[in-house]
């Protein structure tokens, strides 16, 4: 199963930066982190709440000043889910997290690019996906956007993550309109720690793809809306898990999702802080819900059609994963033979 060809569209840079990469650049850049060693950030990592995460995520980007630290921390990421057989990637980053600490925007942007133009020599394709702080005001986001314009080439769409609670969809509708206008494809962070009525906004901004959703369940006039116009869902269960969202992944509702029609996809969020990359989170749920071999294919499958790929990239990792499944079947009956 490690091997499973896949696509990963829910995975925030920032949230990839390990302890061990925080430390060395916090040495190098004479940033004082409040930690003594990698041990007790580690043991920093326990959260009730997104709140909780966000404070400690916010003091680890604190280390990220140069656009070689950016270009690091994206080349990090790529070797890691290419390990994994990610073949594709969909990745977020958070410009307002350093514009509002004095970095230029085209520091963050241009690290980031450079490293993304390797993964295609790692056998990856990619898409950067620039998300707007949601507990920051809309005029900001709109500022962050026009700076975005010159690297529009680079930047395939934009989002909407940080603190939920109280910071609806709509908020951002003037922002999302200019950004369509722009050309950039549209995705939010909906119904995680919100309430349905946030997917509802966020389906009315024009979004292509919901990260998170969870609480959609609650609604289900919303849930046979997102299944009529097949609007994935980028679930993340050890971020779930990790910030209390569930309790327990034997709770996770991702097998009643997919009964009730749902495109559901599974990714990794921040995984340096939640315990887990793109396969940990499959074995997870695997495990907990004790799926099988065709529905974790099934899960591969939504995450290249839920991609922003061209069709052609599309069919061609299909077929990868197709050719993968059959392998699959082949020696798990050989196996049981032998037995």
């Known amino acids: 199963m490690e091997g499973l060809p896949k696509a990963e569209l829910h995975l925030h840079l920032e949230g990839t930066l390990e302890p061990e990469l925080m430390f060395e650049l916090a040495g190098k850049r004479k940033v004082e982190l409040g930690y003594r060693s990698v041990e007790e950030v580690r043991r920093a990592y326990r959260f009730r709440n997104l709140q909780d995460f966000l404070n400690l995520y916010y003091k680890g980007v604190e280390v990220l000043r140069e656009e070689e630290d950016f270009r690091e921390l994206t080349l990090s990421y790529l070797k ?7 073949l594709h990637a ?4 958070d410009p307002q997290a350093h514009t509002r600490r004095g970095i230029r925007f085209e520091k963050v942007v241009e690290g980031i690019h450079s490293a993304l133009r390797e993964a295609e020599k790692m056998g990856m394709t990619t898409g950067l996906i620039m998300c707007f702080l949601r507990d920051l005001p809309e005029e900001e986001a709109v500022k962050t956007l026009d ?3 010159p690297y529009k080439e680079w930047i395939i769409g934009v989002g909407l993550d940080s603190a939920e609670v109280g910071h609806p969809p709509s908020k951002f509708k003037r922002v999302f309109e200019k950004a369509r206008e722009e050309g950039f494809l549209l995705v939010a962070h909906a119904g995680e720690e919100g309430p349905p009525e946030y997917v509802w906004e966020a389906l009315e901004l024009g979004v292509a793809r919901i990260d998170h959703g969870n609480r959609a369940m609650e609604d289900p006039e919303l849930v046979r809306e997102l299944a009529k116009k097949e609007i994935p869902l980028t679930l993340c269960p050890l971020s779930n898990l990790k910030l209390g969202v569930v309790k327990d992944l034997r709770e996770y509702p991702l097998k009643e999702m997919m009964e009730r029609g749902l495109k559901v996809t599974l990714n990794s969020d921040d995984p340096a802080y939640f315990g887990g990359y793109v396969n940990e989170n499959y074995l997870a749920v695997q495990e907990a819900l004790g799926l099988g071999r065709k529905e974790l294919v099934g899960l591969a499958r939504n995450s290249f059609e839920a991609s922003f790929l061209e069709r052609r990239e599309k069919e061609r990792r299909l077929k990868e994963l197709g050719e993968y499944a059959k392998e ?4 798990e009956r050989r196996t049981k033979f032998l037995k």
């Open 328 to 331: 699959w079947t082949f020696t």
């Open 147 to 149: 700076e975005a314009l």
């Open 90 to 93: 969909e990745v977020f980053f």
């Open 80 to 86: 890691k889910a290419r390990s994994q057989n990610v």
